[in-house]
């Protein structure tokens, strides 16, 4: 059998590419119209650089930091992702690999898991939810997240349905029925190995969404829960305001990029913040998450917890972010192409790769501790920076 570790994120991606039906890959690949943010959130990374010594390094290096009341073993938090079909186990493996690895895992409301099965696998669970349908139906998927064990909460803001991609977005039946098996079946078949994995599971990729279920309930599927949310009146700052009040722990909002926002999420009490555009899904020709971050941090970082996420992956990356003010990085392909390269396992390669990349970084800086980063360990072209909003 081939050697199932990888080397890079990059590896995993190109296994995952040929072991995942198409459908599924590009469901994964994402991105939003022209694909400008996605790539800007990774050509972003690659325009800093670093100014290495090469003596007096420390011998040993410490990563652990404390975000959302949570001590972690590196500033790494898995970020909610709402895929389904990658891999049987689906986030149940990724909490595990979380768990094994000492890092949070966040559980999108669209995943395909209960937040039961992934909190008692994870104790750092932070449950993710969109203001989707009435109040009563968001306090009662938080009283369950809670009563699930979960530790915080993550509400994400920065979605405006946009849709149409230039390199085309993948089918997605409704639910898989006949007609779907069918339609499905010539890339299916061509990936056996996928196939193999969930018929020896006994589980079909069911594309329901369970934590969006009304109580007494079946699950609904991906598309209901999307239309429930699509449906749902926006969401104003007093609203906000109401549900920060209904969440008596650790509370982040995911999404913001200008800095009046970011202030306005310190007036409603929120514990963190993530500077991020969605992974480059939402509105394209918002720039890349770190060209925004240093603004925001300037602004509110002494008021809340500021994590980034969007384009991370590399442990170079995570050490990137850190020096310019995040707390953490939240990450998301990268765990998704490691899930469906290996499974757990896969998770784990693409933890312990950031983990052994971050270490690299701060020795080559000559950092003995993440914590005392700074601006200065980090080189940036002029005109890098975006500050947003005012
Ligand atoms: C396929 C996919 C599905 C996602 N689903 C969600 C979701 O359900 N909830 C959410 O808050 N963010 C979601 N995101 C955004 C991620 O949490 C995260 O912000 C993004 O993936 C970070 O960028 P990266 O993929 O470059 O690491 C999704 C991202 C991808 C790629």
Redesign the pocket.
Known sequence: MANAWFETVAEAQRRAKKRLPRSVYG??V?GSEKGLTVAD?LSAFDQLGFAPHMANLPRERSMAVTVMGQDIAMPVII?????QAVHPEGEVAIARAAQNRGIPMGL?S?ASRSVEDVAAANDKTFF?IYWCGDKDTLLQRMERAKAAGAKGV?V?LDWSFSNGRDWGSPWIPEKVDLKAAVKLAPEVLARPKWLWQFARTFRIPDLTAPNMAKPGEKAPTFFGAYYEWMTTPLPTWEDLAWLRSQWDGPFMV?GVCRVDDARRVVDIGATALSV?N??G?NLDGTPASIRALPAVVDAVGNQIEVVL????RRGSDVVKAVALGAKAV?????Y?WGLAANGQAGVENVLDLLRGGIDSALMGIGKADIRDLDRGDVVAPDGFFRRLGE
């Open positions: 469901a994964l994402a959130n970020s909610p992702t709402g895929v999108s669209f993710q993550i994400t995911k991020s969605h992974g899904n996420d969007g384009g991370v939240m990450i998301g392909r990268a998704l």
